[in-house]
């Protein structure tokens, strides 16, 4: 079993920065690839980014060229920096973990309760 928790969500202006964390308990962290997917207001849930065990990346097209993933499996962390945020990007944001590549949503085997990132114009 894999618990997800995030943190980090908040306000931030347009064209500010803000990186969110994913905590990760359980003994098998390091055989997931961990990733992120958002859910704007009245929008499906899209997938942002994902990195493997072996730090291999991908990035979506929502927010491509302006975030970057990372995991640190020392600590069982991952997170999410993103950068030039606008308003459109206002979502909450969920950690996944998965077994594969969790490009969709059916990908997923485990997902956070979200954290809330609102982005001021």
């Known amino acids: 079993q894999v618990q997800l928790v995030e943190s980090g969500g908040g306000l931030v202006q347009a064209g500010g920065s803000l990186k969110v964390s994913c905590t990760v308990s359980?003994?098998?962290?390091?055989?997931?690839?961990m990733g992120w997917f958002r859910e704007a207001p009245g929008k499906e849930r899209e997938f942002i980014a994902a990195?493997?065990?072996?730090?291999?990346?991908w990035y979506g097209d929502p927010m491509k060229g302006r975030v970057t993933i990372a995991r640190d499996n020392a600590k069982n962390m991952v997170y999410l920096q993103m950068n030039n945020l606008k308003p459109e990007d206002t979502a909450i944001y969920y950690c996944v973990a998965s077994m594969a590549i969790p490009h969709a949503e059916s990908d997923v085997d485990y997902w956070g309760k979200g954290t809330l990132v609102t982005v001021s114009s």
């Open positions: 359980g003994p098998t962290f390091s055989r997931y690839t």
């Open positions: 990195v493997t065990q072996s730090d291999g990346v």
